[in-house]
């Protein structure tokens, strides 16, 4: 089976007066039809350029520099504008962290939902109108017509990610990436929200890109799981199995940093420091400085080790399976 | 070496230094500033001396050795001033009036702007409902009334130029004081045994300095230029001191002649002056724009 | 929407009660209107007669009641120097004012916004350099000069276009228009030109930080990751949110363009209002100075009265916000 979205030693710097930044360095995923990825990140880690660059949103001073990108066996890289916008919106789409930012303020929704429609073919007002109930029924919004008619300000922050989601599925794509959908909203919505997209992800099959720094949301939500330090995934494999035995000294440390896994009374544990900037990186994991594991082999740059059971880590000292 | 490792102030010179355009503007304010105020040295001719003014030298053209036995680089105007004396000492005094007027101004209504801020309720409305009033009013109108109504002189013009451009500094001190009243560490700083005057001295006003520097600059350049557009429409300082407008102004007539020095080259002194000043506050502007920052 | 106007009627009434006394103290109060009157050396008996008939001699909150009465009646006095009614001199004037400032703005509005546009859209092109480093010089440029040069170049040098006058005028209900005929547009095109650059210049830079802002939103980016096309961001996105503050800029600049036009006027001989008041300040006709303030007063409320409800019509937030 044709992987629904395949990225190979996907580069993505920019090029600012401070320097370089390598925001993504050699990022590989593959996700197939119907499945949840959860790409995991503190800020900064890269995660949402990786989204980015899928799309190909990338705006100068940035650039993908390397690597490829394909979409159901098509490759994205290196396509022209024309040929990149077709594919964006109808085969891949994307949603974005605030619902509160991301539809216009002044447009309602079915003027934004139209032109969500008519970028890509020809529809007369009426079919579009239907086609646009049909997407905010899918969503789980109770009240389509009405909604439809609204301005953004005038929905919850749950009903507007919801519109927004619904505007993702129009065209029905293959893959979504979603950005952080949930951070911004309460967490009785977030749940809902993420019950809604497993099972549209079941129903249709799309393939979702779930970008969060939020471990809970993930394995809730996820069938495998890829975490990103400084613009490289440094640990994959399924969700169960890496939740629950993590085979790299930071995807430990985001775990021990949950407060539902830490036990009572005991103090929280914590990685100590922060990630490093991504000017001028210094060679070696861009971890060893906030791990205890480090020593001068971690100098060089390991590679990504295949360790079985579909599960890779990218480290030299790895902690022991279960 | 990087950026990162140098103070904030090194940063912010390297980065405007960055833009050769800026750059070149500021050395060019440097310099007409520094000619203006040392006009007395750099001027054969003291134009407002009129014991000195030949009246047979009125009106020469550029390069012109008149009776005084130099060369009048510029030429001379209707009343036998050498040009290039006259638009050094009219450069000074716009440069005068324009930092003056800009300086009472910040000072005015900057005080206003952060009253109206940290009183709150009424006084906040009341002040801040007469500045969004006075804003509605073009300043051109306001300074032309207000200059007729307090006729001619240096410290007139001054003070109509100072009720014409105060408010914008209210309200830029108003909106950076209040969003800045409104952020987390304000209130965290207000929690602990501070005085709130330290609060507001030492916290809150200087980071509200950054807008207000780029105000500042902007009013001074208009202040300049507006100064100039009264003393051209007659408004401005006596016909005995004549500034770079009122050297335009008496010059208009005779450029329909073919005798273009006595109004083009005040001119073109004014508007190298405004010109740089501009560019100096928009490179600014944008490096002190967060939102486009990256 | 009912209360919302309402309230807002009700402030401006309160700003034009404001203004008149600013108005009254500025021109009546400050230095002594009886100089101008009469003589220096008329005989004291006449000079109490004038004092007396012009009501200076009662406390100066009834004088400010006399005169704001009479304003309310619609009676502005006669002018000193033009000896007729100041009201019927002011409305004489107005449509030369009008049809220059309207030139000048909706020009440089449909130049300045599609270039700010530009400059914001590609901020790195040489194009958009070009169009900013010319706003710079339109922006620092006054505007008299523009004036001088555009008459030296057009007037004096090419004797393309008039230097100055209203030119050929067509009435129509009993105004003379300048803009219905051929001649007259010669004669309109040099001043509402100096007029424009100014706010072309201010047009363009406005229009271009709104249109930067807006290009780096999340609704820009989620319209993209649509696969919608630049243009169809631009113009279906991007156009409705940066109109909404640029009406209140064109609003507001309406007024000052209103005032500028005071200097333009002056150089191009334009027998406008702007012309009048400069004539009036310097002949020190105050009827028609106080008239003259109290009328642009009264259009700047009125614009910015219209320019809170085209707000409120344009932008969804506010709208329902109030209603």
Same mark, same amino acid.
Do not use: T
């Given at each position: 089976m044709t992987a629904a979205l395949e990225v190979r030693g996907l580069k993505t710097h920019f090029f600012t007066r401070d320097g370089v930044v390598k925001a993504v360095d050699g990022v590989d995923l593959t996700i197939a039809p119907g499945r949840v990825l959860g790409l995991? !990140?503190?800020?900064?880690s890269g995660k949402s350029v990786t989204g980015l660059s899928v799309l190909g949103l990338i705006d100068p001073p940035g650039r993908i520099v390397e690597g490829s990108v394909r979409l159901e066996g098509q490759e994205l890289v290196g396509l022209n504008r024309e040929a990149a916008r077709r594919v964006r919106g109808r085969k891949i789409a994307m949603i974005f962290q605030d619902p509160m930012m991301t539809l216009n303020p002044v447009l309602r929704v079915d003027t934004q939902m139209f032109m969500a429609l008519r970028a890509h073919e020809p529809v007369p007002k009426? %079919?579009?109108?239907?086609?646009?109930?049909?997407?905010l029924g899918r969503v789980g919004l109770p009240d389509p017509e009405q909604c439809l008619t609204a301005y953004p300000h005038q929905l919850s922050g749950g009903m507007r990610q919801r519109v927004a989601i619904a505007i993702a599925l129009l065209h029905s794509p293959s893959v979504i990436v979603a950005d952080e959908p949930t951070t911004a909203l309460d967490v009785s919505i977030q749940g809902q929200i993420l019950q809604e997209m497993q099972r549209l992800s079941a129903d249709t099959g799309v393939a979702l890109v779930w970008i969060t720094h939020d471990l809970a949301v993930v394995s809730s939500l996820a069938h495998d799981i890829a975490v990103m330090y400084a613009g490289r995934i440094v640990e994959q494999g399924p969700a169960e199995d890496v939740l629950a035995a993590p085979r790299h000294p930071y995807t430990r440390g985001l775990l021990d940093?949950?407060? !539902?896994? %830490?036990?009572? !009374?005991?103090?929280? %544990?914590?990685?100590? !420091?922060?990630i490093p900037a991504l000017v001028d990186l210094p060679p070696g994991c861009a971890f060893r400085a906030r791990c205890s594991r480090a020593d001068s082999a971690c100098e060089t740059m390991p590679e990504i080790a295949d360790l079985g059971g579909a599960r890779a880590v990218r480290c030299f000292h790895p902690l022991e399976g279960r | 070496m990087t950026r990162r490792d140098v103070s904030p102030a090194t940063r912010f010179w390297m980065e405007f230094a960055e833009n050769r355009l800026a750059l070149a503007a500021l050395m060019v304010v440097v310099l007409v500033v520094g000619a203006a105020v040392l006009s007395p040295i750099f001027a054969p001719q003291d134009p407002y001396d009129i014991g000195k003014l030949v009246l047979g030298d009125a009106r020469r053209p550029p390069g012109f050795v008149g009776a005084g036995g130099y060369v009048h680089l510029l030429g001379t105007d209707a009343q036998g001033r050498d040009l290039w004396s006259a638009?050094?000492?009219? /450069?000074?005094?716009?440069i005068q009036i324009g930092v003056t007027a800009g300086a009472v101004a910040f000072v005015v209504g900057g005080t206003l702007g952060a009253v109206a801020a940290f009183s709150g309720g009424r006084i906040e409305a009341l002040i801040m409902r007469f500045i969004d009033l006075q804003l509605s009013f073009p300043a051109i109108l306001l300074a032309l009334v207000l200059s007729a109504v307090l006729g001619q002189g240096k410290w007139q013009l001054t003070a109509a130029l100072v009720a014409a451009q105060y408010a914008y500094f209210a309200r830029t001190t108003h909106g950076a004081a209040v969003a800045e009243r409104a952020k987390d560490y304000i209130e965290a700083a207000l929690s602990t045994p501070l005085s709130s005057r330290i609060v507001v001295f030492r916290h809150i006003l200087p980071n509200c300095m950054p807008p207000l520097i780029v105000v500042a600059t902007v009013q001074i350049a208009n202040a300049i230029s507006l100064e100039a557009t009264l003393s051209f429409l007659g408004l401005g300082l006596p016909v005995t001191h004549p500034s770079l407008g009122m050297l335009i102004a008496n010059g208009f007539q005779y450029m329909l002649s073919g005798r273009y020095w006595i109004s083009i080259y005040p001119g073109v002194a004014l508007i190298i002056l405004i010109?740089?000043? =501009?560019?100096?506050?928009d490179q600014?502007?944008?490096? /002190? =724009?967060?939102r486009l920052k990256r | 929407m009912l209360g919302f106007l309402i309230q807002r009627l009700l402030q401006a009434a309160a700003v034009m009660v404001v203004i008149s006394a600013l108005v009254f103290v500025g021109v009546f109060a400050i230095g002594n209107p009886i100089d101008v009157l009469i003589a220096p050396d008329a005989p004291q008996d006449i000079r109490l007669d004038t004092i007396a008939r012009y009501g200076f001699d009662q406390p100066l909150w009834r004088q400010y009641l006399n005169f704001v009465s009479s304003l309310v009646l619609g009676n502005f006095g006669r002018s000193f120097v033009f000896n007729m009614p100041v009201l019927d001199l002011i409305l004489s004037r107005l449509p030369a004012t009008l049809e220059l400032t309207l030139a000048a703005l909706i020009g440089a509005t449909a130049i300045g916004v599609p270039l700010g546009m530009y400059a914001g859209y590609r901020p790195h092109a040489l194009g958009s350099r070009i169009v900013m480093g010319l706003s710079v010089l339109g922006f620092s440029v006054p505007t008299f000069w523009i004036g001088l040069l555009l008459i030296m170049a057009f007037a004096v040098e090419l004797g393309w276009l008039p230097a100055g006058g209203r030119g050929d005028t067509v009435a129509v209900l009993g105004v003379q228009w300048s803009i219905l005929t051929l001649n007259g547009w010669t004669h309109l095109l040099l001043p509402a030109l100096t007029l424009s650059l100014?706010?072309?210049?201010l047009m363009i830079r406005l229009t271009r930080a709104g249109m930067r802002e807006a290009m780096m939103s999340d609704y820009v980016r989620f319209a993209r990751a649509q696969g919608l096309s630049d243009g169809k961001v631009i113009f279906g996105h991007v156009l409705k949110n940066i109109s909404i503050p640029l009406v209140t800029v064109f609003g507001l600049e309406l007024a000052a363009t209103l005032a500028f036009a005071v200097v333009t006027e002056t150089i191009f001989s334009w027998p406008g209002l702007g012309k009048l008041i400069i004539d009036s300040i310097q002949s020190l006709d105050r009827p028609v100075m106080v008239a003259y303030l109290m009328l642009v007063a009264f259009l700047f409320i009125m614009i910015n009265f219209t320019v809170d409800i085209a707000y409120a019509a344009l932008d969804p937030r506010v709208r329902s916000g109030r209603s």
């Open positions: 995991v !990140g503190e800020s900064g009426d %079919a579009a109108r239907q086609q646009a109930l049909a997407a940093s949950v407060p !539902g896994e %830490a036990q009572p !009374g005991k103090k929280l %544990a914590q990685i100590p !420091g922060s | 638009i050094l000492y009219g /450069l000074r005094i716009s010109l740089a000043i =501009n560019l100096v506050s600014i502007r944008d490096q /002190l =724009n967060p | 100014f706010r072309m210049a």
